[in-house]
């Protein structure tokens, strides 16, 4: 690319000026032809229905009728802003982002911290903490409701070896439903975090700990002055990958609880599968997930924003 | 130059690569691209069947599908078996939405009076069915009489699936709940029951019985529906546009399953699905309540137990609640006289096996087996063969029906009482306020 700029004085640098634009045109084409079928696909399978879900969302749509149905209006908008239903989704989506992010962050960056710090083993331990990452959503539901299995699930017996004999009621109490499908979700996902630590980790240079330890830093302020701030740019995309996908809680949920006891672990995109599958009013369950597809949207624009501006800044 | 004759011809290399994979991929799933893109229907001689039936109800299915393929070598039979509930009913609307439904399907009775409103289904003419003998005088006639909907037949039923009661026959021995030829005595009264559950629970050490309570609505509902059924009650009206709950028969009934769970504590108040099966096989509980589908499975672990039906426990006119499968006829414009033929001479077969199907514990709903020697002889199944005519649907709303957010709604406030974290009085409001949701939304079907 920057051969384009170079001062045409030698004749080899000449036949580059002339020679780059059509080289460079023969390329662009080529990314064009290599980026078409994901870009067909991008089209008709998230563009498309997207657009489609917009519309669809302003219709009485249904899913038992071909078409979109009578026109709604703002109505779909207008019910979902007042059901009670929608607003108690979207606040265990919330809660449920609140009690998921900060454990899998924090926890993520102490144990890469002291993955990184050790001598031998290392392979062990990053594979142990990533592992539960690759079980699918439906195997780790199945294992954890076992474990949480009142009477003869593990967790009660160990809990009851060391003394505490009568533990909460798990699944099946409201209090402690999402918290108990929270705790699961951080063995679950906390590998990615993990592993994105650890590679920042690594990029750090040693020889700023070198100097800071020649210096007289102990262990605690290297870790202040030196590792958490050159994190910071990890940090920022790991809390907002983890917000997003802590708000697309859905799997394991459903799988565990179907939004219970009493509908008090019921998430957003429960009430739209809810309202749109097992109650066929796809054109208000649309409407639903558009609103929920602004808070989404939010949150990426802080990041994107805050990060734009931190680049700027460095 | 050498450099960019090899990037030429690794360039050409892999263009002709990609040509080759893309002409491979279209030859090489020819036949299914072709079908679901250009829309040409599978061969005239292919018969395509939907369920959602698994476990051993679905093994079951299987082998007389294999006694049909046999029987009919002609017919290709291509059963396609999908997961229960929500993703079977969408899939099957959206099959007929896309004219692309397959032959015969096997729905709820519950959910084909939906489909049929919705104008999913193809109506079923007495005529075109008496050749095959599918009359009405030969299936059970609270099954036939729901398979109508506006008074036009939309489906032909299979089964009865009733709740029924699972007993320990070691336990009630031991608890001297049998009487001399062995048989459970009655207990078709609120004190008797408590009494029965009590004297098991002496025997097991743990419960007297057990019943599913999370993350499993639909289990709930069925034992309150049945015991407010049994005190007369109806929830819904009028196509589900009117809530007709009965508050002081709905306390009743939720106060009285309050005081056996977390009064008494005779049944666990915190058990899944998986968990109450284990703890009856098991023998921590003496007595389950579900419906009758988990005889293989207690078959299986050759536990001792028999069944029978659930009891009369408030005395009223007997209630109980069930479903039935049955065969429906998505609507297809396309399909022919001949392939109607076809699809009448394989529901017939299928009934014609109602032996097969028995044995996984649901009521046959063709008389000429339900009546039978043969069936007498089929026990524990046939115990509770009476209660056939006496079963109660859910009351018809577009939003009811199994795996219906009406039985969740109910379900989950069920639970709640049961297990002692809301009171019947604060269930019942919340049923109502949340039935009214649907009650005064403008039906979607």
């Known amino acids: 690319m920057s051969s384009t700029q170079a001062i045409p004085t030698a004749a080899g640098a000449r036949t580059a000026v002339t020679v780059a634009p059509r080289k460079r045109r023969g390329e662009g084409r080529a990314g064009w032809g290599l980026a078409t079928p994901f870009l067909i696909f991008y089209l008709l399978f998230l563009i498309g229905p997207t657009l489609y879900g917009v519309v669809m969302s302003f219709f009485n749509s249904s899913l038992q009728h071909s078409g979109l149905g009578g026109f709604a209006g703002a109505d779909n908008y207008t019910e979902a802003l007042t059901s009670s239903d929608f607003w108690q989704a979207m606040w265990h989506t919330v809660l449920f982002t609140l009690m998921t992010t900060p454990p899998l962050v924090v926890i993520a960056l102490v144990l890469a911290i002291f993955t990184d710090r050790l001598a031998r083993g290392r392979w062990f331990f990053r594979l142990v903490f990533f592992a539960p990452y690759v079980v699918p959503s439906a195997a780790m539901a199945l294992v954890w409701t076992w474990l949480y299995t009142p009477q003869i699930g593990l967790w009660d017996k160990w809990l009851s070896a060391v003394g505490i004999t009568n533990p909460p009621n798990w699944l099946a109490d409201p209090n402690w439903a999402m918290a108990s499908v929270a705790i699961a979700t951080v063995w679950w996902t906390l590998g990615f975090n993990f592993v994105l630590y650890l590679a920042g980790l690594q990029e750090i240079p040693r020889s700023l700990y070198e100097a800071a330890s020649v210096d007289g830093a102990t262990r605690w302020q290297q870790m202040r002055g030196i590792t958490i701030p050159l994190l910071r740019r990890t940090t920022g995309l790991v809390v907002v990958l983890q917000i997003i996908a802590s708000l697309k809680i859905f799997d394991q949920i459903f799988l565990m609880t179907s939004g219970g006891p009493n509908y008090s672990t019921r998430p957003l995109l429960e009430y739209v599968y809810d309202i749109g599958f097992t109650d066929f009013r796809t054109g208000y369950a649309a409407a639903a997930s558009m609103l929920y597809f602004l808070v989404i949207l939010a949150v990426s624009l802080v990041w994107f924003f805050t990060s734009r501006s931190q680049r700027k800044g460095a | ?445």
Not at chain 2, 193 to 204: E, I, S
Not at chain 2, 317 to 323: F, G
């Open chain 2, 1 to 445: 130059m050498g450099a960019e004759s090899y990037s030429l011809s690794r360039r050409s290399l892999l263009r002709g690569a990609g040509l080759i994979g893309a002409g491979g991929l279209i030859s090489g799933c020819g036949s299914g691209f072709v079908t679901g893109v250009a829309g040409v229907g599978a061969p005239k001689n292919t018969l395509s069947y939907w369920n959602l039936l698994g476990g051993g109800d679905g093994v079951r299915m299987i082998a007389m599908e294999n006694a049909y393929q046999q029987a009919h070598p002609n017919v290709a039979l291509n059963a396609v078996v999908l997961s229960w509930g929500n993703p079977y009913y969408t899939k099957l609307s959206l099959a007929t939405l896309g004219n692309k439904p397959p032959d015969v399907a096997i729905s709820h009775l519950t959910r084909a009076s939906i489909l049929a409103r919705a104008g999913m289904l193809e109506p079923l003419n007495a005529a075109e069915l008496a050749p095959y003998g599918l009359t009405g005088g030969n299936f059970t006639p609270r099954a036939w009489n729901m398979a109508h909907t506006d008074g036009t037949l939309y489906a032909i039923p299979l089964d009865t699936h009733p709740l029924v009661m699972y007993y320990r026959t070691d336990v009630c021995k031991k608890a001297g709940l049998l009487d001399g030829s062995g048989n459970l005595k009655n207990l078709d009264s609120p004190d008797a029951l408590t009494a029965a559950l009590t004297a098991a629970k002496k025997v097991t050490g743990a419960y007297g019985g057990v019943v599913s309570i999370n993350n499993d609505s639909a289990t709930q509902w069925r034992v309150f529906s049945t015991l407010y059924y049994q005190l007369g009650g109806s929830v819904l009206a009028n196509d589900g546009q009117d809530i007709v709950l009965d508050d002081a028969k709905a306390e009743k009934v939720l106060s009285f399953i309050q005081d056996l769970v977390v009064k008494r504590g005779l049944l666990p108040t915190s058990v899944d699905y998986g968990g109450a099966t284990t703890m009856f096989s098991t023998g921590k509980a003496g007595f389950y309540f579900e419906g009758d589908w988990e005889i293989t499975t207690f078959e299986t672990t050759k536990s001792p137990f028999s069944m029978t039906a659930f009891p009369n426990v408030f005395g009223g006119t007997y209630a109980v609640q069930a479903d039935s499968h049955s065969f429906v006829l998505p609507r297809d414009p396309g399909r022919t006289d001949a392939r109607r033929q076809e699809i009448f001479r394989f529901i017939r077969s299928m009934l014609d096996q109602s032996s097969t199907w028995a044995q996984g514990g649901h009521i046959p709903a063709w008389l000429p087996f339900q009546t039978s020697a043969a069936y007498d002889k089929l026990k524990p199944a046939s115990n509770y063969r009476g209660v056939a005519n006496h079963v109660r649907y859910d009351d018809r709303a577009w939003y009811s029906g199994s795996g219906s957010d009406f039985e969740n709604i109910m379900g989950f406030a069920i639970a709640a009482v049961a297990a002692g974290q809301m009171s019947p009085a604060a269930a019942i409001s919340d049923m109502r306020s949340k039935l009214a949701l649907y009650a005064n939304t403008k039906s979607p079907v």
